[in-house]
């Protein structure tokens, strides 16, 4: 069964670094989304993509987050300079057709990122 | 107001229970709700979905939405040892070319032998 994978399972960096994390969405999935879940709160919306542009992004996805789709396979969220309070755990999720109706969400198995 | 608040729990039962999960939620212009299902440090995964109001059923789970209080439950008959996990409702909002999801804050199940 087709799934989204993400890499790396963990990561861990320094403030102030920068960090990619890499997804790779199910193969004829044209949305792609990033998440977030803080330890112990919600899931949170960061941001959605199609046709190599930013469909809407939430307040919490401010200039220090960026998402590129690279290539034809991966789609990558970067953070410039990580804060203390971007540790968290961060979901990529796909989506066949996100132009409303019902289109189920797929969702990675997240990264964790520890910044220290 | 939180747009979607869940009990986050934890909601402990013995095994064979009947559970109800609830969710409110505030925004009038959520059309499609969802349940999610989550186990310790790994995705959402989905378990049901429904829209407008009324309930759908399948197997052991059953969604159910009252629009007009802006209120939403899953059941679980029969529940298992496998059941407990994080149970996560989630709401859709139309945002233009893609649909993002509000999440509640999940509740955690036990079911015990």
């Known amino acids: 069964e087709p799934e989204v994978t993400q890499t790396p399972s963990h990561q861990v960096t320094q403030m102030g670094q920068e960090v990619i994390l890499r997804c790779v969405p199910i193969?004829?999935?044209?949305?792609f989304y990033w998440y977030r879940q803080i330890l112990g709160q919600k899931v949170e919306f960061l941001v959605s993509?199609?046709?190599?542009?930013?469909?809407?992004k939430s307040e919490i996805f401010d200039d220090q987050f960026s998402v590129e789709r690279p290539d034809g396979s991966n789609f990558t969220l970067k953070i410039r300079s990580t804060k203390l309070e971007d540790s968290a755990m961060y979901f990529c999720?796909?989506?066949?057709?996100?132009?409303?109706?019902?289109?189920?969400?797929?969702f990675g198995p997240g990264t964790r990122l520890t910044v220290l | 107001q939180k747009e979607v608040e869940q009990d986050p729990g934890p909601l402990s039962v013995p095994e064979g229970a009947i559970v109800s999960l609830n969710c409110t939620y505030s925004n009038s212009a959520f059309q499609y709700f969802m349940w999610y299902r989550q186990y310790s440090r790994k995705g959402p995964e989905l378990l049901m979905y429904t829209y407008s109001s009324g309930n759908k059923e399948d197997g052991r789970f059953t969604a159910q939405v009252d629009k007009s209080s802006k209120y939403i439950s899953l059941f679980i008959r029969d529940s298992q040892p496998s059941d407990s996990a994080t149970y996560l409702c989630?709401?859709?909002?139309?945002?233009?070319?893609?649909?993002?999801?509000?999440f509640g804050t999940g509740t955690r199940l036990q079911v015990t032998l």
């Open positions: 993509f199609y046709n190599n542009e930013i469909s809407e």
């Open positions: 193969s004829n999935h044209l949305y």
């Open positions: 999720a796909s989506s066949e057709d996100g132009t409303g109706g019902w289109d189920e969400q797929f």
């Open positions: 989630a709401m859709e909002g139309w945002a233009g070319t893609a649909s993002k999801l509000t």
